[in-house]
């Protein structure tokens, strides 16, 4: 019996080690998808920043082109990730600077006419993203539903800003900008809890992507609301 004893305990502990071994390979593999993924966010806001800066003096035709070029790439990214990693980053790249490219004539338009909403809007979409990105991080509960229902909302709010063109709502653009922000809020804390959750380093290119889009819709959604108010 002693024997048992002995071999029983030395089997807990070896089970025991394997468990906070495995735990701590799995909180080293997340720290290391979080830092990738949040290092490529910054690559693609930088190349962004340089699309933009690049397409300032081009005319809408050319920023449609972009447009329709950074969505390629997006598509193109997710039949890459399994294939190419490398692949996958160059794609992320160029979706980065011809998204810059695509938003180019909005942002020079802001610059020009109020330039105090480029400022206000980009702090105000730090701290939002910051406030719902790590309460969607933080949180246990499964958001798989909450995305479901951000999704279809966000194809009304399509709906909602087509009627807006045709139809004259009073404050309709604010009305559509703080639904707009409510959605990506939603939006946020599911990609977010998919980088919480996710451990597979090859994924990071792709949540830099969505996280990426959130950033920006919510600052574009931002800066309609900022200039309305300083109008």
Excluded: K
Aim: include cysteine; charged fraction near 15%; aromatic fraction near 14%.
């Amino acid at each position: 019996m002693p024997g048992r004893a002995a071999r029983f305990t030395v089997a807990t502990m070896d089970d025991t080690y394997a468990y906070r071994a495995a735990g701590i390979a799995t909180r080293d593999r997340g720290h290391t998808l979080f830092a990738r993924t949040m290092g490529y966010v910054a690559a693609t806001t930088g190349l962004f920043a340089l699309g933009a800066y690049l397409g300032r003096d081009l005319p809408g035709a050319a920023a449609f082109v972009a447009y329709l070029g950074a969505f390629a790439a997006l598509i193109a990214m997710q039949f890459a990730v399994r294939r190419s990693r490398q692949t996958t980053v160059v794609l992320l790249a160029g979706f980065g600077l011809l998204m810059g490219v695509a938003v180019a004539p909005t942002l020079v338009y802001y610059a020009d006419t109020d330039p105090q909403a480029l400022w206000q809007a980009g702090s105000a979409t730090a701290l939002f993203v910051a406030a719902f990105g790590a309460a969607g991080y933080a949180t246990r509960r499964d958001l798989t539903a909450l995305a479901r229902l951000c999704f279809w909302a966000l194809l009304a709010l399509l709906v909602f800003g087509i009627v807006l063109i045709f139809v004259n709502i009073p404050n309709g653009s604010l009305i559509y900008s703080v639904l707009g922000l409510i959605i990506f809020a939603g939006f946020i804390m599911v990609d977010f809890q998919r980088l919480r959750r996710s451990s597979a380093v090859e994924s990071a290119p792709l949540l830099a992507a969505s996280i990426f889009l959130d950033i920006l819709n919510v600052f574009l959604f931002f800066l309609r609301i900022f200039r309305g108010g300083n109008r």
